[in-house]
């Protein structure tokens, strides 16, 4: 059975282990990313990743986009977003679609 992980700052994703998913404090961007590669072989269908541990993730997060599984998926952290995933979503509708059909007026 697949299972749902969170990583992030340890304020931001305690909540998620609430509602059954498994949390992964991690306070720095080194520590993250050995904790991502460590549940991505462990049957996480979903890894939900606190944005500002994301925004110094690129190169590792890439790795993952176009697997399926796991699914990295950047969740704004206590500090509010920085952005990264609706970055994620205009890239994706662009690759889908060939064009910028959310975000084209700004």
């Known amino acids: 059975m697949y299972k749902i992980g969170v990583i992030g700052d340890r304020g931001s994703i305690l909540g998620f282990k609430a509602v059954g998913m498994e949390v ?3 306070s720095n961007a080194s520590e993250a990313r050995k904790t991502l590669y460590r549940i991505a072989g462990e049957h996480y269908a979903i890894i ?3 944005e500002n541990l994301c925004k110094d993730m690129g190169t590792e997060i ?3 986009r176009d697997a399926g599984i796991p699914a990295i998926i950047p969740i704004p952290g206590m500090d509010g977003s ?3 995933g609706m970055d994620n979503l205009k890239k994706a509708v662009e690759k ?3 064009a910028d059909i959310l975000f084209g007026n700004e």
């Open 24 to 26: 992964f404090p991690c």
């Open 48 to 50: 939900y990743i606190t």
């Open 62 to 64: 890439d790795k993952y």
């Open 82 to 84: 920085c952005g990264i």
């Open 96 to 98: 889908a679609v060939g």
